[in-house]
């Protein structure tokens, strides 16, 4: 059984290889708080458009390139660093504090996107982040069956997929920096990206993960499952713009 210090004192069990009540334990404590991150993503999202601020730090962004290009700097250096503190495997708070850093940090990136889709005024409507919801937690519950289903370590996927996130990244600096649009084709590669990821992060939680890095494993699916909302729901306002 391969094992690892976790304090200099302590030795965890990489989970795939734990006895099969820490291995079950470990899973739900990291589904149950993936379950609580989304809550919490939901719940601060909608007092930021019950309040008015979603839509004031929109209009903020909306006004100068060097605001997009700024929040984009914010969000990639703040989410290293909650990385960072859920690996902190010898201070549960540190871990807990980067898990809601990251939350508070993808709900920063998702205010304009949101706001535009939510709002009649800006030829959204309230029904089309549920509607994205729906089919993100649809395609998030497949992959994750099959993923279990199926018992095949796809940690070889790591290096593709980071290959394509900073192809993609470069594609998105180059849209902001130059003012054109991506399109529904690069949304729907996106979205395949990101469903990768969703595998990837799925099978390195029943192949990779020590038992008690629930915290960091939760952050990194919770991660993936946003970015895949993020673009299910640019396709969706696509579409009804089209209509």
């Known amino acids: 059984m391969s094992n690892y210090l976790v304090d200099g004192y302590h030795v965890e ?4 290889e734990a006895p099969v ?22 719940g601060l999202s909608v007092f930021l458009q019950v309040s008015g601020i979603a839509e004031q730090v929109m209009l903020q962004l909306f ?11 914010v969000f990639i250096a703040g989410t290293w660093v909650a990385h960072s ?24 990136l998702f205010t304009p996107i949101l706001t535009l889709a939510s709002q009649p005024k800006y030829g959204g409507s309230p029904q089309l982040p549920l509607q994205a919801g729906i089919v ?29 996130s900073f192809a993609a990244l470069g594609l998105i600096l180059a849209a902001v920096l130059f003012g054109f649009s991506l399109g529904l084709v690069f949304c729907a590669a996106m979205v395949a990206l990101f469903a990768g990821y969703i595998i990837y992060d799925t099978s390195n939680i029943i192949h990779h993960y020590g038992t008690h890095e629930h915290v960091a494993a939760s952050m990194a699916l919770f991660g993936s499952a946003a970015m895949l909302f993020y673009y299910i729901l640019r396709i969706f306002m696509a579409v009804r713009s089209s209509d």
Not at 13 to 16: D, G, H, I, L, M
Not at 23 to 37: C, K, L, M, N, S
Request: charged fraction near 10%.
């Open 13 to 16: 069990s990489v989970a795939a």
């Open 136 to 164: 993100t937690l649809a395609v998030f519950g497949a992959l994750t069956v099959a993923v279990f289903a199926s018992g095949r370590d796809f940690s070889f996927l790591g290096p593709i997929l980071w290959v394509c």
């Open 63 to 73: 006004t100068s390139k060097l605001a997009w290009l700024g929040l984009m700097v």
């Open 85 to 108: 503190m859920a690996y902190a495997r010898s201070n549960v708070g540190v871990q807990y504090a980067g898990l809601a850093l990251y939350v508070l940090l993808y709900t920063l």
């Open 21 to 42: 009540s820490e291995r079950v334990a470990f899973i739900r404590r990291t589904y149950a708080h993936v379950a609580g991150a989304g809550a919490a993503f939901v």
